[in-house]
């Protein structure tokens, strides 16, 4: 036992003579003084804690070998220290850069509709889930879809095998469904979540995607408050300059129906224009306070310049490619057809429904150029977002 | 839909030029794909939508742009002149079932010699994308582009038995199309048959043998209205899609088919350079079709929409539409025109009017609508800061597809019956996917061979079973580590991942969630053997953690060791309750060590187990602070450094008391396990 014991009190003696050669910043020492005289789990200490162990007759001498390590330990290292302390050039750098520690991240696509949920929640809206194997009746029919109807050419459904019944929900829509049928109105909803349709990835497709909607149904609810709602959520999302865009457009469970562009918030709209979006619709002005019937006209902001590049973008813009708008929602008033499957009364209530394709907001607000990078998880791509 | 510029100018006299045309066509909801020049003319590839079949036409096109702007005027073909004659005899049209189609109408024309169509109406097609054959089968087409009706001509010497029926086909009939295909019948298709076979699919393709040939003398041409469901469900189980088909599909004007009827006649006596008199014609219509009135509130337009809209204007746009209004005071009765097949209710009115007026005529405002429910959403914030610990340990976020192969499947559940697509992208996507961990190694894999040293994971995600025949998804939470932990520099030690490590984070995300999670030895096809645990969250399951196993490493070709974990999200994010103050411990704490050898054999859970099992009364906690197999630990022994605090409630221990319960406890310790103290 002794023997031993003598064999590593030598060890460490030399190892200690070994590491103080060259060692001169304070860290360095520092470092050196807890591992050879840390109280717990220094070598020293180690050492002398197994003088327990040590047969009675021997521990005498044993102890006196490890007592004497700890004195010329200590020593060296107070003379090391002294060394490094009165050393002319005394090397010491607090510019060293500090370590990279790991670092990870959420997804671009979660990071959005987090984004897009908070917006909608300071709104007031209740967060509503549901399935993403969905009842084909909550999916289509329901939602005024009947079977055989060329819209469903448009949502390419995936079907299980053995669930006749079931589908791969097309749309968040049927999330709205189910709160319609179990809630009774003023209801006031977000929809997120996954969506599928049997598309092969491609650039602009992807089998699987995320949707984010907004339901609002409510006695006197108008096309004009579906306006108002976007050009709050847009302006906070996309910037305080956004003006909107409504083109009709068709929704099987909307009616009417608008494609809701925004002015690139790259090149347009041009300065000045704001004022003039403003005084048109004011989301915050006085006259929304008052629940002002109809009679709220007002020009659209960037003119009706529906088809054509709108004069003030930017040719080249890499981001609407000069056409000064950009397509990025689908909305309307919800079908009273909806309404009366769901269970509400369209004579007594309306509502408005809006929605948007996630994946379509990292193109265009991120710039990804592909939406299969989104679903390939490559780290380069993750990294840059997290 | 293909519109040619300068053909649709002849039916609306708008002189916009193209750029404005566009703008306004998109103001109405019509927007344009592509712009086209073909032989010098402008050919708009406009965006339709399933509802507006109507729209599907140069016609069609025109009433839009003539109803947005009140000095225009639409100017349909002048077909006046055009003479069916009276329906004759020696021929025959008989619909079976006035539910398969609603109208057919149709005449015979003789003694024509088939040749080219004029070059104007061959260049015309050729701008929208149709290959002229011969007249008789260009004026079907153009007729179709100009007012949508789709038309069949037939050779009428190769039809028998002097009749056109409209029947279904009977199981076995047979047909050779058109272009050539063979097509096996049964009850579903919808036929145009003569006296003794098929001549054609009804509303879809024509058949070979009643085709127009170089020789065809004398025509039977047919002019119907199918119904669409049977039209679409026919198409589909032959997987054909025809310009017919498509129009049909979407719902027809069933008062189109006599002026279709007149505008070929005047077409092909063009081109034929003569007079044409019809030597037959009938038109059987069983059950006049008649669209319904809609009940418009006159003051429903501006509170729907909160738009400026005077009734005088709003009246005004739907009568350029072709609706017909009766003023009953506080309401107009509207009577659709019968090309309108989408005017159902009065919210479509309402479009119309919106859409006509422009949209951006619509302001925005705030709806006042509260919250009504009020209920605070717990569990999203629980996930943001579950979301926030994993992201600052490391671990990215990733987002697969719900489906996955068959084979990695099975990874998770070898025996399960998996919850498969019936129309799947591919076999690498053909079932739902019962665990996220596969997902997470093929992203682990691929970042590796991208050269990612540190590859920490984690997706949030449902994961599918089929229970009894029920689909049930459940979220999930996946992690997985593979590679270094912690990559060396000037200061830090370089590390790899280990299961440790795995649990140590765990650990911390629940107590970060206030849950209690523990680690129970167990057994799981994704993970190695004597390296997985069941993750127990308030003592009940919720999840597996442990070294992946070979199968699935080896199948995703990982070279390292990975380390996963799969947690019930739900679980994680139910409230683990609040905590209440408690008065702490006054007395002091004394601490004793014990460091002993154990066999390799056992494991620590063993040890926590007897812990469990004998800990004294005075025991508070303890920690392992050390496991060493270095130089003089015997082989088949590991050495263990155990650190036990021991406290009473209610007062001081003394120095021997401690040292008593310790020796006790400690004794008992290792004769239960069999433990060399050190
Ligand atoms: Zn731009």
Redesign the interface.
Same mark, same amino acid.
Request: glycine residues 10%; aromatic residues 8%.
């Given at each position: 036992m002794i023997d031993?014991l003598t064999k590593e009190i030598e060890e460490t003696r030399r190892s200690l003579v070994h590491e103080l050669e060259g060692a001169q910043s304070p860290?360095t020492l520092a470092a050196l003084k807890e591992r050879y005289l840390g109280r717990?789990?220094g070598r020293v200490s180690l050492l002398l804690a197994r003088l327990r162990?040590c047969a009675a007759a021997e521990r005498p001498r044993a102890g006196q070998a490890v007592n004497e390590l700890k004195a010329f330990v200590e020593e060296a290292l107070a003379a090391a220290q002294d060394r490094s302390a009165a050393a002319p050039g005394e090397w010491r750098d607090p510019s060293?850069p500090p370590?990279?520690?790991?670092?990870?991240?959420?997804?671009l696509?979660?990071a959005i509709q987090?984004r897009i949920?908070d917006i909608f929640l300071q709104l007031?809206?209740?967060?509503a889930r549901g399935?993403?194997?969905e009842l084909e009746d909550y999916n289509f029919t329901k939602l005024n879809i009947p079977a055989?109807?060329?819209?469903r050419?448009?949502q390419d459904t995936?079907?299980?095998?053995?669930?006749d019944e079931?589908v791969?929900r097309t749309h968040t829509s049927p999330i709205q469904v189910r709160y319609m049928l179990e809630?009774k109105?003023?209801?006031?909803i977000i929809s997120p979540g996954?969506a599928?349709r049997?598309d092969?990835p491609d650039a602009t497709h992807s089998?699987?995607f995320h949707q984010v909607e907004a339901l609002?149904v409510?006695r006197g609810?108008?096309?004009?408050?579906l306006?108002?709602?976007?050009?709050?959520f847009c302006r906070s999302f996309y910037g305080p300059d956004i003006v909107?865009?409504?083109?009709?457009?068709?929704f099987?469970f909307t009616?009417?129906?608008?494609e809701v562009d925004i002015s690139c918030f790259l090149c347009f709209p041009p300065a000045g224009s704001r004022a003039h979006g403003q005084s048109? /619709? @004011?989301?915050?002005g006085p006259? #929304?306070a008052g629940?002002?019937?109809?009679?709220?006209?007002? /020009? @659209?902001p960037a003119?009706?310049? #529906?088809?054509?590049a709108a004069s003030g973008a930017d040719p080249s813009c890499r981001v609407c490619k000069g056409s000064g708008w950009l397509e990025i929602l689908g909305s309307g008033?919800v079908?009273?057809?909806v309404l009366r499957y769901c269970g509400i009364d369209p004579e007594e209530y309306?509502g408005f429904a809006l929605g948007m394709g996630i994946e379509r907001v990292a193109m265009v607000k991120y710039g990804v150029p592909d939406l299969r990078l989104?679903?390939?998880?490559?780290?380069?791509l993750?990294?840059q977002f997290? | 839909m293909k519109i040619n510029v300068e053909y649709l100018k002849r039916f609306v006299a708008c002189g916009l030029e193209d750029g404005r045309l566009r703008e306004l066509l998109a103001g109405l909801g019509l927007g344009t794909e592509e712009v086209l020049q073909v032989g010098g003319e402008t050919v708009l590839d406009l965006e339709t939508t399933p509802n507006r079949p109507d729209w599907l036409s140069h016609y069609g096109i025109a009433r839009e742009i003539a109803a947005k702007d009140p000095r225009l005027r639409f100017v349909p073909m002048d077909l006046a002149a055009v003479d069916l004659g009276a329906p004759g005899s020696g021929f025959a049209i008989h619909i079976e079932d006035p539910a398969d189609c609603l109208r057919y109408s149709g005449c015979i024309v003789r003694d024509l010699a088939v040749r080219e169509s004029p070059p104007e109406v061959q260049k015309l097609l050729v701008s929208l994308g149709l290959r002229p054959i011969n007249d008789i089968v260009d004026v079907s087409n153009l007729v179709m582009m100009t007012c949508g009706q789709p038309l069949h001509i037939f050779d009428l010497e190769t039809l028998r038995g002097g009749q056109v029926r409209v029947r279904r086909a009977r199981p076995g009939e047979a047909l050779r199309l058109l272009d050539e295909r063979d097509v096996k019948l049964d009850n579903g298709h919808l036929l145009i048959a003569d006296g003794e076979r098929p001549l054609a699919l009804a509303g879809i393709m024509g058949g070979l043998d009643s085709g127009i040939t170089p020789a065809t003398r004398h025509v039977f041409i047919e002019s119907a209205c199918f119904d669409p469901v049977v039209i679409r469900l026919g198409a589909r189980s032959l997987g054909l899609k025809t310009d017919a088909s498509y129009r049909f599909e979407r719902g027809m004007d069933a008062e189109a088919t006599l002026p279709a009827l007149r505008m070929a006649l005047l077409l092909l006596a063009r081109s034929q350079g003569r007079a044409l008199k019809p030597s037959f014609f009938q038109d059987a219509y069983p059950r006049p079709q008649s669209r319904p009135v809609i009940r418009l509130e006159k003051d429903f337009p501006a509170r729907l929409t909160g738009m400026a809209i005077p009734e005088a204007e709003a009246a005004a746009v739907l009568q350029r539409l072709g609706f017909r209004l009766r003023d009953d005071g506080a309401a107009w009765q509207v009577a659709p025109p019968s090309h309108r097949v989408d005017a159902e209710c009065r919210e479509d009115l309402v479009e119309e009017i919106a859409r006509v007026l422009g949209y951006d005529r619509l302001g925005g405002e705030m709806p006042l609508t509260a919250n009504p429910v009020l209920r605070v959403d717990e569990a999203r914030p629980r996930l943001q800061r579950l979301k926030a610990r994993l992201t600052a340990a490391g671990f990215q976020e990733v987002i697969n597809y719900v489906f996955q192969s068959p084979e990695e499947n099975r990874l998770a559940g070898p025996e399960e019956r998996p919850l498969a697509l019936k129309n799947p992208l591919g076999r690498d996507f053909s079932v739902m996917k019962n665990s996220l961990l596969s997902g997470l190694l093929r992203n682990t894999a691929a970042n590796a061979n991208q050269g990612f040293e540190r590859v920490a994971l984690f997706e949030i995600g449902n994961a599918f079973a089929d229970e009894d025949g029920r689909v049930v998804e459940r979220r999930r939470l996946a992690l997985s580590a593979y590679g270094q932990e912690q990559r060396p520099d000037w200061r830090l030690a370089g590390r790899e991942f280990d299961l440790a490590w795995l649990k140590t984070e765990l650990a911390a995300l629940a107590r970060l969630l206030r849950l209690e999670l523990a680690f129970r030895a167990a057994a799981h096809p994704l993970f190695r053997p004597g390296a997985c645990f069941r993750v127990d969250c308030g003592q009940r399951p919720c999840g597996w953690c442990g070294e992946v196993a070979e199968a699935a490493s080896g199948f995703h070709k990982l070279e390292r060791p990975a380390f996963a974990a799969e947690l019930d999200l739900e679980a994680l994010l139910a409230n683990g309750g609040e905590p209440r103050f408690q008065a702490w411990n006054r007395f002091p704490a004394a601490r004793r060590d014990f460091t002993f050898l154990m066999a390799r054999a056992r494991t620590f859970q063993e040890l926590e187990d007897a812990i469990g099992r004998l800990r004294p009364a005075a025991l508070e906690s303890y920690e392992l602070t050390d496991v060493y197999q270095g130089t003089g630990v015997p082989a088949g022994q590991v050495s263990f450094s155990l650190s036990f605090t021991y406290r009473a409630a209610e007062r001081t221990l003394t120095g021997e008391e401690v040292n008593e319960a310790h020796r006790e406890f400690t004794g008992r310790l290792a004769a239960q396990l069999g433990l060399i103290q050190r």
């Open positions: 031993e860290e717990k789990k162990d060293l370590s990279r520690l790991p670092a990870g991240g959420e997804h696509i979660a987090r949920e007031g809206y209740e967060i399935p993403e194997v055989h109807h060329p819209a050419d448009e995936f079907f299980l095998e053995g669930h079931m791969l809630h109105p003023p209801l006031k996954k599928f049997k092969d089998p699987c609002l409510d609810v108008r096309f004009s408050h306006k108002g709602t976007l050009e709050a909107l865009r409504f083109r009709p457009g068709y099987p009616e009417p129906s608008a048109a /619709s @004011s989301p915050a006259e #929304a629940s002002r019937a109809h009679g709220q006209s007002s /020009s @659209s003119g009706p310049a #529906a088809a054509g008033m079908h009273p057809q309306s989104l679903y390939e998880n490559d780290l380069r993750l990294g997290g | -």
